[in-house]
């Protein structure tokens, strides 16, 4: 349908301007079988003022810093190394190889953004990686042992030019090593609220390594991680560096059983979607039918989808609750429900709050026990609609 972007937090005084929306289709080639979206919102328009900050998720953090320290080991990475982040956020993983003494470069788009990592003492570039900037800072002899890329890869355009970049940044025998959300766990798990206008493309390996070969890089090493509901952890070098494991030959044969490779795969995906939609939806009106109070926690990208999507606004839900200091006292995109500080659920104890950053349920449920003693019950949509005690 016609979604708001997803990031787009409003302020109280937008509420009467007109708020940008555009279509939202997913489509999957049934060439190379990379799904995309088929509306394209220019960058610029997504990422100049930009309110997700990594460092508010202690799973996150978690996730970076043992990342870090792996990496670190396993590329022996020392005070004549050069790791390169592209979209570093606000320095959550890159501050641990400044405090390793490992000379390090942030890529952040976003001006807010890239000042905090600044003002932590990553050296950080204010723009969009691409092929001009990695030939520029080749040219500077500033090419890497190891970039990384955390969830930036499914958000770029134009992948040939990304991929490309990459190759001419790293140094010979460099490595690089890149996170997003899987394509086969959004299908089968139904993880429709990771389509959102910043995610241009889901990948699976199979389309992958056709675009990593014509672009210099192969494909050596894949990794399956359960963060983001489950994601790859691809590793590359240039073409004839390193020997392919049998983790990728392993995957790809995982990928035709299940049958990846043909249109039957998709077909479900759809109807498995607007299932959750009816029966989320069924539980909230029985809720309010019986008088209780529901509210949402989790101001994410993924919610904003699933809110509007489900067409979950006021008359559903109270306000939703989120850690991100950034976001509180804004509204949701296009449902324009209140965003508040997490103390609100105990300070107003809503009878059920539904989860809409599942992805990190562990961590939340854990920081709201106190919630939870006193009687309050989380919702959680996906893969399937529970109610959490």
Not at 174 to 195: Q, R
Request: charged share 25%.
């Amino acid at each position: 349908g016609i979604q708001p972007l997803a990031n787009n937090l409003l302020r109280p005084e937008d509420l009467g301007k007109p708020e940008p929306a555009f279509p939202l289709r997913l489509g999957v080639c049934q060439s190379c079988w990379l799904m995309q979206i088929l509306d394209i919102v220019p960058p610029v328009e997504l990422f100049s003022e930009y309110l997700y900050f990594s460092s508010f998720s202690e799973s996150l953090l978690r996730h970076a810093r043992e990342a870090a320290e792996r990496y670190r080991a396993e590329f022996s990475l020392g005070a004549e190394s050069l790791v390169v982040e592209i979209a570093s956020n606000d320095g959550y993983l890159l501050k641990n190889f400044v405090e390793a003494r490992v000379p390090c470069l942030g890529i952040e788009p976003a001006a807010n953004i890239a000042k905090v990592a600044r003002e932590k003492g990553v050296e950080t570039i204010g723009e969009f990686f691409n092929g001009a900037l990695a030939e520029r800072l080749a040219s500077q002899n500033r090419q890497a042992d190891l970039i990384l890329g955390n969830n930036v890869f499914a958000h770029v355009p134009e992948t040939n030019d990304f991929v490309g970049a990459v190759c001419r940044l790293l140094k010979p025998g460099g490595v690089a090593v890149l996170e997003f959300p899987y394509g086969a766990d959004l299908i089968e798990k139904s993880e429709f609220d990771t389509i959102y206008h910043e995610h241009v493309f889901y990948f699976t390996l199979a389309a992958l390594i056709p675009l990593a070969e014509r672009n210099g890089l192969s494909v050596w090493r894949v990794e399956r991680i359960p963060i983001h509901g489950g994601s790859l952890r691809l590793f590359l070098a240039r073409k004839g560096e390193r020997k392919t494991e049998a983790s990728v030959t392993d995957l790809l044969a995982e990928e035709k059983a299940k049958g990846i490779t043909s249109p039957a795969y998709y077909q479900s995906f759809g109807r498995d979607v607007l299932k959750l939609k009816q029966d989320l939806r069924d539980l909230i009106a029985k809720l309010r039918a019986e008088g209780k109070s529901v509210a949402a926690y989790g101001a994410s990208a993924k919610g904003s989808t699933l809110l509007n999507f489900f067409g979950l606004e006021r008359e559903s839900l109270d306000f939703v609750a989120d850690l991100s200091t950034y976001k509180q006292g804004r509204l949701t995109p296009g449902t324009h429900l209140p965003i508040v500080a997490p103390a609100a659920l105990v300070e107003r104890m809503p009878d059920y709050t539904l989860l809409l950053t599942w992805n990190f349920a562990e961590e939340i449920l854990k920081q709201q026990k106190e919630y939870r003693t006193r009687g309050g019950k989380f919702i959680v949509p996906i893969p399937e609609v529970r109610v959490l005690a």
